[in-house]
């Protein structure tokens, strides 16, 4: 069965108050988001990726010590990546959950030292990518980047919260600021019970 493009759990508009415009969301779901769905569906049909879940395609067709890794991989990932991203965000600002706050504070020393090196990892992306906030296998958690369309699955690790750094998330609200778009959107639009819910 092919793969369908998730809707987005609000409206178009529902994060244009906290930094997000309708326009951006259009594009980046409505058009990019779709373009990873059709291009894994082309891409996956007759091979032997048809019919396996999304984590079993990208575990299966990640290589660690490839350049550039495949179109499959690629677009199958960045399907998977952004499904997550949207569920991320919330159009009604969260508390930070207490057990959320007890773990980053016993990681990371602080909330805000946290969000400081997430958005260093963000910012620090070369080009296209992630940043990302893990629980690696160990059960630590740790703030991570990745390029591209690499993901936390690739290295056996769960996503708690990631923010596509990619130009076509930020350019439209934010221009070349990518700073500026990482700090607001920790600030003012991630879902932190949705972030919880993963620990």
Not at 62 to 83: D, E, K, M, P, R
């Amino acid at each position: 069965m092919a793969f369908a493009l998730p809707d987005l759990p609000y409206a178009h508009d529902a994060l244009a108050a906290h930094g997000m415009s309708k326009e951006t969301l259009e594009y980046h779901h409505d058009l990019h988001h779709k373009a990873y769905v059709d291009n894994g569906n082309k891409l996956i049909a007759g091979t032997e990726w048809e019919g396996k879940t999304l984590e079993e395609i990208i575990t299966g067709t990640y290589n660690a010590t490839a350049v550039a890794q495949n179109g499959i991989f690629n677009n199958i990932s960045q399907l998977w990546n952004h499904s997550q991203f949207w569920e991320m965000m919330s159009p009604t600002k969260s508390a930070m959950p207490s057990e959320l706050e007890k773990a980053l504070t016993e990681a990371f020393g602080s909330v805000q030292k946290f969000k400081d090196d997430f958005s260093a990892a963000g910012a620090g992306q070369f080009g296209s990518g992630w940043a990302w906030l893990v629980k690696d296998k160990d059960g630590s958690l740790k703030t991570t980047k990745t390029e591209n369309g690499v993901n936390p699955l690739c290295f056996g690790q769960t996503a708690l919260v990631g923010c596509d750094v990619w130009e076509h998330s930020y350019y439209i609200d934010f221009r070349n600021k990518r700073p500026a778009y990482l700090t607001n959107f920790l600030d003012n639009l991630v879902n932190w019970e949705n972030v919880a819910s993963r620990l």
